[in-house]
């Protein structure tokens, strides 16, 4: 039992340290990487910028992290704020790279000092975050029928993303060992610093 724990530890640490390493190749601009017609290209979207994968993974983390009605609460505020921004992304949005990255950095930190604050401030800090993620993608998404089921898909994958997060805290409550959250928490982080590179 003892092997098997320490031997998923490794592979954890060796894992997010190759992530690390990589991670600028993944970093993809927030326009132009694949086409922004339908349902089906809008769920995949999400999968194609490093920087959406890593917040949306984050955001379910920490969201489970806190536990109680957080767990649903954050992501829900998350896809929420998203949505509603993602059809009016025509009005300038200063200091939108910035702020996305901002959103992997900040959250990463909160999961790695397991940070508590409370549900309220918790859910405005996630909505604003949105707001970046929102304006960002909405900037592809045409103004038709098309752009409308594209961003249904993109809200379906952005939940798919905080699912995963939500999973991942499921299985390193298993290992019943608090440092993987840490180490996950870190790597987030990481990915951050990677990104202002990038």
Request: hydrophobic share 55%.
């Amino acid at each position: 039992m003892q092997t098997s724990f320490v031997s998923s530890s490794s592979f954890l640490r060796n894992a997010f340290l190759a992530l690390f390493v990589f991670a600028p190749s993944f970093a993809f601009a927030h326009t132009g990487h694949g086409s922004t017609n339908g349902f089906q290209h809008g769920i995949t979207h999400p999968l194609l910028g490093f920087d959406h994968i890593c917040a949306m993974v984050a955001v379910g983390l920490w969201a489970a992290q806190r536990n109680g009605n957080a767990i649903w609460l954050i992501p829900l505020t998350f896809v929420s704020v998203m949505g509603s921004v993602l059809g009016v992304s025509a009005i300038d949005f200063p200091f939108l790279e910035q702020g996305i990255i901002a959103s992997v950095l900040i959250l990463g930190v909160f999961i790695t000092a397991a940070v508590r604050l409370p549900l309220i401030a918790s859910t405005v800090i996630v909505g604003l975050f949105a707001l970046f993620h929102g304006h960002a993608h909405g900037a592809e998404m045409p103004n038709t029928v098309s752009g409308l089921t594209y961003a249904i898909g993109f809200i379906t994958g952005t939940s798919f993303l905080h699912l995963a997060g939500i999973g991942l805290w499921i299985s390193i409550q298993r290992l019943n060992n608090a440092t993987l959250l840490r180490y996950a928490g870190g790597a987030i982080t990481a990915c951050g610093v990677a990104l202002c590179f990038a």
